[in-house]
């Protein structure tokens, strides 16, 4: 199937022609881009992951998502979207001169945008979530995200959502 | 001297009683608060710090200063705030059993927050930046924060300010 445009809350007009599967993966298709003014959402939190993907990450989530983290609303209603923002994680010379030793680490080139966007009925079989990434600007593959449910699962008593909202 | 309130651009209120100093410190005074609604502005980057520090941090502005940071508008205007919020660094037992190893580190508990305020007449001595920070919401002593701009000084060039925006 090939669904019609989702008009999700806060006005953004996400994407049309995005086929829900069974891993919750939106698979590309013409005319897909990340949701309008991402990158002015509030932020949740921060993170750091070591080893392949040495990154530095900050997910911020829509006004839907910003306003069930605070209140405590679980499961995240239709609409969430959050999003994980990722960086080159890479050591600061210039930070680095002023503390005066090798500490400091700071955000390089982008290398990924992922998003989960909450839509109970339409990706029902992946715990409600919908899993999407953007390389520079690109979706990626549908089969590159497949796996992306089954690595949720285990914080299902959070929603499928790892990050946690930082006061 | 006590200067009168400031009105800073966006509407935010900020803090009466808030005497000039030559090294940028904001002297604490009753009433002093962090900027009303400082936690909902937009990222401009995030960094870890190692060290005495450990923590993970973002950096956040005013719409003053992301206006600044994407028109590539430098030194930046007056009523420009960036924001500076900070968590323990610590490691994610959740998230490294689903990476398979010890390879995540998320935001703890907030350590404090720092601001940096424009304004270039009344802090013309440091660069037009004072420097406020907050333990628990509470402004630590001006005389902790005596040496904030001389740290800054090796980023003259980019108006004194270390983080870049990242996309």
Same sequence: chains 1, 2.
Wanted: proline share 7%.
């Amino acid at each position: 199937m090939v669904a019609a445009a989702i008009a999700l809350a806060g006005g953004v007009a996400y994407m049309g022609g995005t086929p829900a599967r069974a891993d919750g993966a939106i698979a590309p298709a013409f005319g897909i881009k990340p949701p309008s003014g991402y990158r002015d959402w509030r932020l949740i939190s921060v993170a750091h992951e070591e080893g392949k993907l040495n990154d530095i990450r900050a997910i911020l989530g829509n006004d839907v998502a910003i306003k069930a983290y605070r209140d405590g609303t679980f499961p995240f209603p239709d609409g969430a979207i959050i999003a994980r923002l990722a960086w080159n994680y890479i050591s600061s010379e210039e930070n680095n001169k002023v503390f005066g030793g090798p500490q400091s680490f700071v955000a390089g080139t982008p290398t990924n945008v992922q998003f989960m966007l909450k839509d109970s009925r339409k990706y029902a079989s992946t715990g409600g979530w919908g899993f999407v990434q953007f390389d520079d600007g690109k979706p990626v593959e549908a089969a590159r995200l497949s796996g992306c449910f089954a690595c949720h699962v285990p914080v299902k008593a959070r929603d499928f959502v790892f990050t946690k909202y930082s006061p």
